[in-house]
């Protein structure tokens, strides 16, 4: 079965420094995603990609996140200058079909940044 | 405010038993309800999706309700096995929004042998 897939599973950084966390999502999908989730919290919704631009974004995504998709096949999400609270799950998960209903999201298993 | 709310927070159960969960959600206007599954370590993987004018979905041993008038889905598992320990996520879309995901807390169900 496709799946989406992160790497790295794991990223340990230094405060102040830029990380780029990897996603390749299902082949076909159309629509992406990034959500982060903190310990012991909920998942939270950060930004949503269609056609190489944003199409909605949270509170949280403010100016130390950007997303890219450089390529046909994968799916980024830069900080630029990463703080201790940016320590959390990143999940990436991407869907065939966009709209409010019947999209399915599939998720990635994740990457776990740790901020030191 | 749009939430979603769930309850229990955990849950333990013997292995063959059922368990029922809640999820209660203000997210208006209302479109459709996710129930996700998310093993330790892992991305939530989708059970079910129920629109408005869907009152039960079933899905192997997972069984969905949906009242939409009041507010309120049950994920229903019956025959327990111990791989269903997990957490159960309710998930609802914001409506006016292109796809983003309003998530509960979970319940983080133990199924024991």
């Known amino acids: 079965e496709p799946e989406v897939t992160q790497t790295p599973s794991h990223q340990v950084t230094q405060m102040g420094q830029e990380v780029i966390l990897r996603c390749v999502p299902i082949?076909?999908?159309?629509?992406f995603y990034w959500y982060r989730q903190i310990l012991g919290q909920k998942v939270e919704f950060l930004v949503s990609?269609?056609?190489?631009?944003?199409?909605?974004k949270s509170e949280i995504f403010d100016d130390q996140f950007s997303v890219e998709r450089p390529d046909g096949s994968n799916f980024t999400l830069k900080i630029r200058s990463t703080k201790l609270e940016d320590s959390a799950m990143y999940f990436c998960a991407s869907s065939e079909q966009g709209g409010i209903a019947k999209n399915i999201q599939y998720f990635g298993a994740g990457t776990r940044l740790s901020v030191l | 405010k749009n939430q979603v709310e769930q309850s229990p927070q955990s849950l333990i159960i013997l292995e063959g038993k059922n368990c029922t969960l809640q999820c209660n959600y203000t997210v208006s206007p209302f479109s459709n309800l996710r129930w996700y599954k998310q093993d330790t370590g892992r991305g939530p993987v989708s059970l079910t999706i129920?629109?408005?004018?869907?009152n039960t979905k079933s899905n192997g041993r997972y069984t969905a309700t949906l009242d939409a008038d009041t507010k309120q889905s049950s994920l229903h598992i019956t025959a327990s096995q111990l791989s269903d320990s997990a957490s159960y996520i309710c998930?609802?879309?914001?409506?006016?929004?292109?796809?983003?995901?309003?998530f509960g807390a979970g319940t983080r169900l133990a199924v024991h042998p």
């Open positions: 990609f269609y056609n190489n631009e944003i199409s909605e």
């Open positions: 129920m629109t408005f004018s869907e």
């Open positions: 082949s076909n999908h159309l629509y």
């Open positions: 998930v609802v879309p914001l409506s006016g929004g292109y796809n983003k995901l309003i």
